[in-house]
């Protein structure tokens, strides 16, 4: 199949998006948008793999300035080359378009070929841009190492010959970078380019240069030096500086200029009683300043072949209290300051400084779309290896993503602009259910940002329950969507509803059990107060020797015989109950007497069961004469029940 | 049946022009047929009805734009005029020239509808 580059046409005409289609249909794979929401949710769906917008500006819902307004806000600008296509052609108008962000403009009228051409040159020079960009930053970074591998070779070899580690000079340009940065930070007076920085904390790496000329015996010397010694040893500042200025061809380069001032001054002190000059105060340069104390400290810190290394601490002790060397009072509260950071930074970590990435602003290394792609696909990934639910719904514009598997289950577009009108959500959630999720939405705040409820949710036409879990997004104080995941908890919750059913009810008749009904029956009377109700234990007469004549598969089908009478002749606020064997509970409110309705109840629950006579007797207590206790209850109508079957059975007792 | 030739002529349009533009016979006569379908029109005196300056701006905008690339020029005239009496709201010179912009409309469907017979 041929590859075909992808073009978004967003215009509301169908008419508009049918003419430009078949100018371009040939050559290109067409997406097509009727509003700017749909715009942006096309974009977030196809990402850098669209390769040209053409965009209309006249357009309900969002127009082409806003879709604009919306890609500058969210970083896309420029990422995808935008032609806009318009009537309109006020100066003013199209200049606030290319301001921004389009590529090109076309006038209506517009001529089929010249649209052809423009889409084509603007494509090909959106990519070649692209590509150069690409090129040149390769090659910026590849420079940039390269030089800065050459340096640290160069004075490496330098400690080589010093038989110290190659750990110092990483150390000293850390250090220095960090004063520097310091001190622009503090010093309203001092003002440095990044770049400069940079250029200084490079040609810190040179600093001992010069010690490459200083005799071994000398250099490498195990104890104190002599004074003749020493003399030789101080020359490595002015030998360095000289070599440096002898390098061919280089002088002029400002690079060059820093390592001379580095290499000569880094032993001045601020006093005056330095070396070789005796530059006093701001005589001495910045840079040689700054390389001056990074190197005290640095080699206060690390150990030696005469000297253990003393904390961080200690060592800044050391030089602010000046048993070593004399600084800027600028410098040294800098230092001070920084304790902390020199403490962070590992300073012992073998690699290379790489620039700083600052630098690079300019190009860009990453682009914000292609992310996008890799961060969906990556979110793709998870998602369905984890089965999530995941969904993201960002409020300007509006729009709705979700995970492919949520999407499939509510048998939607996984990217849908406008979620609040969309026929497909709408019927899968029902309008009562938007509602309440946007009602939970707006309760969510920066303080309290998360929150979950269960819905019934229709999917994939079976009602089933979920559980959504919202979580607010806060950007400067102010929402700007939410995110979070849909769970399908419906089995668990049928599986708890059954296991509660069973918990609660007999699996025999279907009543409920004595436990239960005990637990109705008590928060009834509390919450109903000192209404009058009734206790009723029934019993059905001679049910043993019908279990032990018939068995017990007809015992069985007497006591749910006797449960289906029960439920046919009671309200449904009553509360009925299987209590064990053959004995049931009721339990009712009554207005005046309970007489009458005892009366009823007793003729009513009474019938055949195939060859067995269904007769009953009743104990009945009532809050007339109990107080509303349930137990009190039932040992008054258990008392009342035995002297009802004491007297004959088939008959009932009333406590009134 | 009419030519495509003399069904600019019966809207006023320029039928080189627009051939130049959109390259062929086929293309114009296809555009043409799906302009009898646009609801630009409908809209704008759904607007019309419903006083709403917004949607009738927005309606004859886009009528005017799909006019403009057919080269039908009665159409586009009279569309641009109305266009712009509606930019900054309602207007009432506006919704009583609709009905002049209905009888262009008619004029220019029923040339369309000729051509096609």
Not at chain 1, 84 to 105: P, R, V
Not at chain 1, 494 to 506: F, P, T, V
């Amino acid at each position: 199949m041929v590859y075909k580059p992808k073009i978004l046409i967003v215009d509301d005409s169908e008419m508009n998006r049918i003419i430009l289609s078949d100018i371009l249909e040939e050559q290109y794979d067409l997406i097509e948008a009727a509003s700017g929401l749909q715009a942006v949710a096309k974009i977030i769906e196809y990402g850098q793999n669209l390769s040209l917008i053409l965009l209309d500006y006249m357009m309900p819902e969002m127009d082409g300035f806003e879709l604009l307004s919306t890609m500058s806000d969210r970083g896309w600008k420029g990422e995808i080359p935008i032609i806009m296509i318009s009537a309109e052609t006020g100066s003013d108008f199209i200049n606030k378009a290319y301001d921004l962000g389009i590529e090109d403009f076309i006038t209506r009228p517009f001529d089929a070929r010249i649209v052809l051409h423009r889409v084509n040159n603007t494509i090909l020079l959106h990519s070649k841009q692209r590509h150069l960009e690409h090129l040149v930053a390769q090659q910026v970074k590849e420079k940039h190492h390269q030089s800065d591998m050459l340096i640290n070779i160069l004075s490496h070899i330098v400690e080589f010959r010093n038989e110290e580690s190659g750990r110092h000079i990483l150390n000293v340009r850390r250090i220095t970078k960090l004063l520097l940065k310091e001190l622009r930070k503090e010093d309203p007076n001092f003002t440095i380019s990044d770049e400069k920085i940079e250029l200084i904390a490079l040609a810190s790496s040179l600093h001992d240069v010069g010690k490459i000329s200083i005799d071994d015996k000398i250099l490498n010397k195990p104890g104190k030096l002599t004074e003749e010694e020493f003399e030789i040893m101080k020359q490595h500042t002015v030998k360095g500086a000289e070599m440096l200025r002898r390098v061919p061809n280089y002088q002029e380069e400002e690079l060059v200029q820093i390592a001379i001032e580095i290499a000569r001054w880094h032993h001045e002190r601020y006093d005056g009683n330095g070396y070789p000059d005796h530059l006093v105060g701001e005589q001495i340069p910045i840079a040689a300043q700054v390389v001056s104390l990074a190197d005290v400290y640095d080699a206060l810190t690390e150990e030696r072949v005469y000297k253990k290394a003393f904390s961080p601490k200690k060592a800044i002790h050391m030089i602010l209290n000046g048993e070593c060397g004399a600084f800027s009072p600028k410098l040294l509260s800098c230092l001070t300051r920084l304790q902390n950071d020199l403490k962070q930074i590992d300073l012992a970590k073998d690699t290379v400084d790489m620039l700083d990435p600052k630098q690079f602003t300019e190009i860009k290394f990453e682009r914000v779309l292609s992310n996008m792609v890799y961060e969906r696909e990556k979110y793709s990934f998870y998602t369905k290896r984890s089965q999530e639910m995941r969904f993201e719904y960002t409020l300007h514009p509006p729009i709705l993503t979700m995970s492919e598997l949520a999407a499939y289950k509510l048998n939607v577009n996984p990217v849908i602009p406008d979620p609040n009108t969309n026929p497909g959500l709408i019927k899968s959630f029902g309008t009562k259910n938007i509602q309440k999720i946007l009602a939970h939405m707006d309760q969510l705040s920066e303080q309290d940002p998360e929150c979950e409820f269960e819905l019934l949710v229709s999917v994939l036409g079976e009602k089933r329950w979920w559980n959504i879990i919202l979580h607010a997004n806060y950007n400067e104080r102010i929402c700007d969507g939410y995110f979070g995941l849909f769970v399908d908890i419906h089995d668990e919750k049928m599986q708890r509803s059954q296991l509660e059913h069973n918990a609660n009810y007999d699996n025999l008749t279907g009543l409920m059990n004595k436990a239960y009904a005990e637990q109705l029956i008590q928060e009834r009377m509390n919450k109903t107060g000192d209404g009058n109700f009734a206790f009723v234990i029934i019993d059905l007469d001679h049910f043993k020797w019908a279990n032990d004549r018939h068995g017990h598969l007809f015992g069985d089908e007497v006591l749910r015989y006797f449960a289906s009478l029960i439920k046919k002749n009671v309200r449904s606020s009553d509360i009925s109950a299987r209590m064990g064997g053959d004995e049931f509970i009721l339990f009712f409110q009554y207005p005046k007497r309970v007489e009458p309705i005892i009366k009823r109840l007793f003729c009513s629950l009474q019938g055949q069961y195939k060859q067995y006579p269904v007769q009953i007797s009743m104990g009945v207590a009532t809050t007339k004469t109990c107080a509303h206790n349930f137990d009190q209850l039932f040992m008054k109508a258990d008392e009342l029940l035995y002297e009802a079957k004491k007297s004959g059975r088939a008959n009932y007792k009333i406590s009134e | 049946m009419i030519t495509l030739s003399e069904c600019y002529e019966k809207m006023e349009g320029n039928y080189l022009d627009v051939k130049t533009r959109l390259r062929s016979d086929r293309l114009i006569d296809k555009f043409l047929k799906k302009f009898l379908d646009d609801p630009s029109f409908s809209q704008f005196m759904q607007a019309i009805d419903e006083k709403n300056a917004k949607d009738a701006f927005m309606a004859l905008h886009t009528l005017k734009g799909i006019c403009q690339n057919l080269g039908m020029g009665a159409l586009y005239e009279s569309a641009n005029e109305l266009c712009e009496l509606f930019r900054l709201g309602w207007s009432d010179e506006g919704a009583s020239k609709s009905t002049t912009l209905g009888v262009v409309y008619e004029q220019t469907i029923n040339a369309i509808k000729e051509h096609f017979l």
